[in-house]
């Protein structure tokens, strides 16, 4: 399998303030993965870990500060320097295609749903005529379509609209889609059933999505490949398996944080990550995560972690995290999850 | 068993909204009750009216809602045929409320310590810093003196949440009603705050409402769930009986489509 | 009764005064610039509903007349004013850069300047023929209005359905025409109605002063006459062009607000 994305030590710094006092604010710092066809990619992380900032940097609609980013084998910044022939640039614009968290707000609130869907036709040029646009909604599951063509964004509801902003996306029947947070607006319900299209969409036209999301439950049914992200770094990456055995405390207790809807959630204890997650301006020495962190000592202080081979495609940034003293997995987890709870 | 008089009885409730000229229901005809101790969980999707229900217990409905019909009963007495007046006396004394954003609900220009002072006054009692000093140390607020002399945008996230819940608990109200306190937050945090909420209840023995769309938040704390949808109330009982034996369609599509999406983690739970 | 709300009202009145103002010269009686038809400082009557000024004008006449001078200065300035707004802020708003920096450093000059007496020192430099008040009053609005339609793009531009066009390969000037300016449009309208009623203000400042066109009668000329006519008991020099000067400016202040309301999109 191709790899389609390959993003590799990308920064993005922004800078915040006044003229006189400019601050940075390292949105990434320093993430590399890769994104293969055919494949769901997930990215989990939190506000401040810059999962947001990378989506917009993958989606080619800002440029990454340092590092590079390649897209079907073309370094970006080719793409943004206009290094590149034009219809090889038509060529990777089609084909990476972002969908939104907010519903409402990613979807011109003066423009009717045809206009919206018939719009990257028109950037592109390419010839397009109702039916087109009415085999995008039927795809989507909005029927029938012809109710919907003449809407506007205010006449649906939140599921209808994310179903539109995944409509135009899909439109151009593009290699890759990035989903930022697509389900986070939404209620349960529609989650499960924004989930499925999801799915069905994939096979149905042979997609590649990288999904981006805090929301755990939904991200474990559906990946292939996870990284985690932690205030702009990666801290635990591999495929799906690393939800079952993750080593990185924050993962584990990420997993660990969700609220379960069964009778048994109102016996168990609820366990949260101790403390806040540091903000975007705030300077840390060594490893981000250590002032949460159960396992936590003095190299943690003073050292940044490394991305390492801890086993069969799964890498982990933690100086502390070695199964090996422990001969089964659940051991290991269970010791973490004991020095945390002393720790609330 | 003796049958205790309910801290709070909402009957027949109907609240309409009114939208250019037409008119939506917005709650139709629920009827429920929550006794002292007692933890409620309203769930249900956006515009199914659950927040509507808190807005009426606590009077802040906006302009275009009309209450048609019901009678919500505090202590014995009908909220809603009380004067403005009675009804301030009662918010944020007996009857609190908390709110997803907390620092977007306090006074950036103000001093925690005389945000507390303001409330006191508003309600005619005298202003006890230690009380409040000691209901944040409750709360696990880590240096309370700091944090009494600092302005709200200077707070984490977390510690806004609970200065804001100190702030809802402080005059020692019966109730509190938590609107919707985990949505659109990180997944840390949201646990982070239904722990919080667990404590307040378990040291402060106090009734509360939780107004939510996560069934696994209402499952993690309720003692009864309410299930709304379309401003009916289609679904009463405890979380096992929600969850595992549900009367309604409705319920069961719900829980069948938030199984699904749980499926991965269930199996993980430590 | 739904017709009676205040949109529909204000979009009325306006057009009235617009037919008054078009009419002018069917409706009003007489020749307001003409000092030799009447005697001077006659009280509303029969001949003359809004009675006479010291100089023998039909008071009622002038009223008409100033209205359309009110109309035609208000409208003409306002969208002088506003195209250049809309255009410097849109360039400055979504693309920024040095040439955006630096209009809006122009308009920031101008916004420190007293705007009335830059305009008063202006039209006495030039002389005061309507074309030039027109054009002064347009050049001293633009940099307020510049300033709001810049912020307004500032804010829609971090939307997500422009980043969605962004993503979808929409070039620049497709993304300003297409996906903001529709959305800028009420503020747009709001701050055109408002610009156009200031400048019927300072119009009729400018003829109170005295610095009006001659051939184009002024509310404020027939308010500069009160002043003295009101000491010999000319009420009606100061009563009725007032009256025409308050409807004229509510009307639009009005006007601006419930345009505002009714075309801002409902965000669900």
């Not at chain 1, 755990?216 to 055995?245: A, Q």
Request: with cysteine.
């Amino acid at each position: 399998m191709g790899v389609l994305i390959e993003v590799n030590n990308v920064r993005k710094v922004y800078y915040i303030g006044s003229l006189l006092n400019r601050r940075p604010v390292k949105a990434v710092d320093g993430v590399s993965l890769k994104v293969e066809e055919g494949r769901t990619h997930c990215i989990v992380g939190e506000s401040g870990s810059g999962k947001s900032t990378l989506a917009r940097i993958m989606a080619l609609i800002e440029g990454p500060t340092a590092g590079s980013l390649n897209v079907f084998g073309v370094d970006s910044t080719k793409y943004f320097r206009k290094g590149l022939r034009s219809d090889e640039r038509n060529f990777i614009r089609k084909n990476i295609q972002i969908v939104f968290q907010d519903p409402y707000s990613s979807l011109n609130p003066r423009k009717k749903v045809r206009d919206i869907l018939a719009k990257p036709f028109k950037i592109h040029k390419i010839s397009y005529n109702e039916d087109d646009l009415k085999k995008l909604l039927d795809d989507v599951g909005l029927e029938p379509p012809e109710d919907y063509l003449d809407k506007y964004p205010h006449q649906l509801s939140g599921g209808e609209r994310q179903r539109v902003a995944i409509a135009r996306a899909l439109a151009l029947l593009p290699k890759v889609i990035i989903l930022d947070e697509p389900t986070a607006a939404l209620d349960m319900s529609i989650k499960a059933q924004i989930l499925d299209l999801l799915v069905k969409l994939k096979k149905q036209y042979n997609l590649t999505y990288v999904l981006i999301s805090h929301e755990v439950p939904i991200l474990t049914n559906i990946c292939d490949d996870v990284t985690v992200m932690y205030y702009g770094k990666v801290v635990e990456s591999g495929d799906c398996r690393i939800f079952k055995t993750p080593l990185h405390p924050y993962t584990i207790g990420l997993l660990n944080s969700v609220l379960i809807p069964s009778p048994e959630s109102k016996t168990r204890n609820i366990f949260a990550i101790p403390g806040d997650p540091p903000s975007s301006t705030s300077v840390v020495s060594g490893c981000a995560f250590n002032p949460r962190c159960p396992l936590t000592s003095e190299i943690c202080v003073k050292h940044e972690p490394e991305l390492r081979d801890v086993g069969i495609n799964h890498k982990v940034a933690c100086h502390k995290c070695d199964q090996g003293v422990f001969e089964r997995y659940e051991e290991y987890r269970d010791s973490i999850m004991r020095i945390w709870k002393e720790m609330l | 068993m003796i049958r205790l008089k309910p801290l709070l009885e909402v009957r027949e409730l109907t609240v309409v909204y009114k939208v250019r000229d037409t008119m939506k229901y917005a709650v139709k005809n629920v009827s429920f009750t929550l006794g002292e101790d007692e933890v409620l969980a309203i769930v249900g999707e956006s515009g199914s009216g659950k927040s509507t229900i808190a807005l009426s217990i606590v009077g802040a409905l906006p302009e275009n809602a009309v209450v048609v019909r019901g009678r919500i009963l505090f202590k014995g007495v009908d909220l809603l045929r009380l004067r403005p007046s009675e009804r301030r006396d009662i918010n944020g004394k007996e009857i609190s409320i908390i709110y997803q954003d907390p620092i977007a609900h306090l006074n950036p220009l103000r001093k925690v310590r005389l945000i507390f002072k303001d409330l006191f006054e508003d309600h005619g009692v005298e202003f006890n810093i230690q009380k409040v000093l000691e209901l944040l140390r409750k709360l696990k607020v880590p240096d309370p003196q700091r944090v009494l002399e600092s302005y709200p945008f200077q707070l984490s996230g977390g510690m806004a949440q609970r200065v804001f819940i100190a702030l809802a608990l402080v005059l020692n109200p019966k109730l509190l009603i938590a609107d919707e306190p985990t949505s659109a937050l990180d997944l840390t945090i949201q646990a982070q705050v239904v722990r919080l909420l667990r404590e307040v209840r378990e040291n402060f023995r106090i009734s509360m409402i939780i107004i939510t769309h996560d069934i696994g938040v209402a499952a993690s704390i309720a003692d009864r769930i309410l299930v709304m949808c379309d401003g009916e109330l289609v679904e009463e009982g405890s979380p096992e009986e929600v969850l595992l034996r549900p009367k309604s369609k409705y319920t069961a599509n719900l829980v069948n489509s938030t199984k699904t999406l749980y499926e991965g983690v269930m199996s993980w739970v430590y | 009764m739904r017709w009676l709300n205040s949109l529909t009202i204000c979009v009325v009145l306006t057009l009235l005064l617009g037919i008054v103002g078009l009419l002018a010269d069917l409706i009003a009686p007489y020749d307001p610039l003409n000092t030799r038809m009447f005697r001077g400082l006659q009280p509303p009557s029969n001949v003359n509903l809004m009675g006479t000024d010291q100089l023998g004008r039909d008071v009622f006449s002038w009223v008409i007349y100033g209205i359309r001078t009110s109309l035609l200065v208000g409208l003409s300035s306002a969208t002088i004013a506003v195209a250049i707004a809309v255009l410097i802020g849109l360039l400055s708003g979504y693309r920024g850069g040095i040439i955006g920096n630096t209009l809006m450093r122009v308009a920031d000059v101008f916004l420190s300047i007293p705007r009335f007496m830059l305009i008063i020192v202006t039209v006495v430099l030039l002389s005061p023929r309507i074309s030039n008040i027109i054009l002064v009053i347009a050049i001293f609005s633009w940099p307020e209005a510049a300033r709001v339609v810049r912020s307004e793009v500032l804010s829609i531009k971090e939307r997500e359905y422009v980043m969605a066009a962004k993503a979808l390969g929409s070039r620049d000037l497709d993304i300003m025409v297409s996906e903001i300016l529709p959305n800028v449009i009420p503020t747009i309208l709001s701050l055109w109605t408002l610009i156009i009623a200031d400048a019927i203000l300072t119009e009729s400042a400018l003829g109170f002063l005295g610095l009006s066109d001659l051939n184009y009668p002024s509310l404020g000329v027939m308010l500069m006459m009160a002043k003295n006519a009101i000491f010999v008991g000319g009420w009606w020099v100061l009563l009725f062009p007032s009256i025409a000067l308050v409807i004229l400016i509510l009307v639009f202040n009005s006007l601006s607000d419930k345009l505002i309301e009714r075309l801002s999109p409902r965000l669900g």
